[in-house]
């Protein structure tokens, strides 16, 4: 009687309840069936998931640097009316960073550039 028929167990819930019943061929097939599809759309949202956190990174990290630049600009503005007095090696680390895609290392910065950069960053 039981040739033809499989027993499935089926979790209803994630406290692992079970119901277990038997099953023909046909319908063990049609539940692999949507098995698998709710297992590839779990896949794919979390692809999308990925490519959207990726995204979102990547314009935190363009805005970051904007930030950096603004900064620099206002930080260049008071170096240049006498206000602030120009650090030679954060110039050559700049130029390095914006021209050459090097690492700019803020420990460096002079401070009043940090105190921009966070002023520009809280806006």
Not at 86 to 101: I, L, R
């Amino acid at each position: 009687m039981l040739e033809n028929k499989k027993l499935v167990a089926i979790s209803l819930e994630q406290d692992q309840v079970f119901l277990v019943k038997s099953v023909s061929e046909q319908e063990y097939k049609k539940m692999l069936n949507k098995q698998h599809e709710c297992e590839s759309e779990s896949e794919r949202q979390k692809v999308i998931h990925i490519g959207q956190h990726n995204e979102l990174g990547n314009r935190l990290t363009k805005l970051e640097k904007k930030n950096l630049i603004l900064a620099k600009s206002i930080y260049d503005n008071f170096v240049d009316r006498g206000l602030l007095e120009n650090d030679e090696q954060f110039q050559k680390d700049w130029f390095d960073f914006y021209f050459n895609s090097c690492e700019l290392s803020l420990e460096n910065a002079p401070q009043e550039y940090k105190q921009i950069l966070e002023k520009v960053g809280n806006f």
